[in-house]
């Protein structure tokens, strides 16, 4: 059987990093991605290859549609294609709406959303030849609710969840399942500049009464790589019942 391949974005650390392990471990051939963590990445490989599983690195801003060509140029020089697209690659923003410049929208902006876009499409046309594949976004419940100060997050994962559905009904003639889990307060580097306060505030509206966590979010990521071909176009909430 041809080794599987799938590419992470954003897999330095967190949620991304627990997909790679993950996946690692099953048998893919891992690509992983970021843009300024590149020492973390490097960790990340690093952590693979020690367990004698294959794994690239493919680094650059996956905001940037040159520099997602660049990268799927690399990966094309390795394998045909990704049989699954992780599209984890996020970024927040603290702060009033009032508040935030021209280039802080864009940047979250780019980031969080229109990364979905490059991968998906330079990713697309190899899963269409094989009549299968996998596109699973990491979005938040913040994209279906509103946060209160986080409202360019917000937006960007509402619009990612719009992607998810919309694009989930062109490609499932095509046999690719294309799904976003709505994540609730994970555990990660991103949730950690909570105050200890603030971290039994967030927990006690959390009817599970704690955080998810990273290797959580990996298990539902790997679960919907690996099957489900009628689960399509779905926001998948993993929340802990906030």
């Known amino acids: 059987m041809t080794q599987k391949t799938v590419l992470i974005t954003g897999a330095s650390r967190g949620i991304g990093k627990a997909c790679a392990l993950l996946f690692a471990n099953a048998g893919y051939h891992i690509f992983i991605n970021s843009n300024r963590s590149i020492d973390d990445l490097k960790q990340v490989h690093a952590e693979i290859i020690a367990t004698g599983n294959s794994c690239d690195m493919v680094a650059g801003n996956v905001g940037d549609p040159q520099q997602v060509e660049t990268m ?18 996020g970024i927040s923003h603290l702060g009033l709406l009032s508040d935030m410049s021209d280039k802080e929208w864009a940047d979250i902006l780019n980031i969080n959303l229109s990364s979905a876009f490059y991968c998906s499409k330079a990713a697309i046309p190899y899963m269409v030849s094989q009549k299968k594949g996998k596109i699973i976004n990491i979005s938040s419940i913040w994209g279906q609710v509103g946060a209160s100060y986080e409202t360019a997050y917000s937006a960007t994962k509402a619009g990612l969840n719009g992607l998810t559905k919309a694009l989930a009904k062109e490609l499932a003639p095509s046999n690719i399942q294309v799904n976003a889990i709505a994540c609730g307060i994970i555990d990660t580097a991103m949730n950690a500049n909570f105050s200890p306060t603030e971290r039994e505030q967030l927990i006690n509206d959390i009817p599970a009464c704690r955080f998810g966590t990273s290797e959580e979010v990996a298990s539902l990521v790997f679960d919907l790589a690996e099957k489900h071909p009628y689960l399509t176009g779905q926001i998948i909430g993993l929340d802990g019942g906030l």
């Open 72 to 89: 799927f140029e690399q990966i094309h020089r390795i394998c045909p294609g990704i049989d699954v697209l992780v599209n984890n690659a």
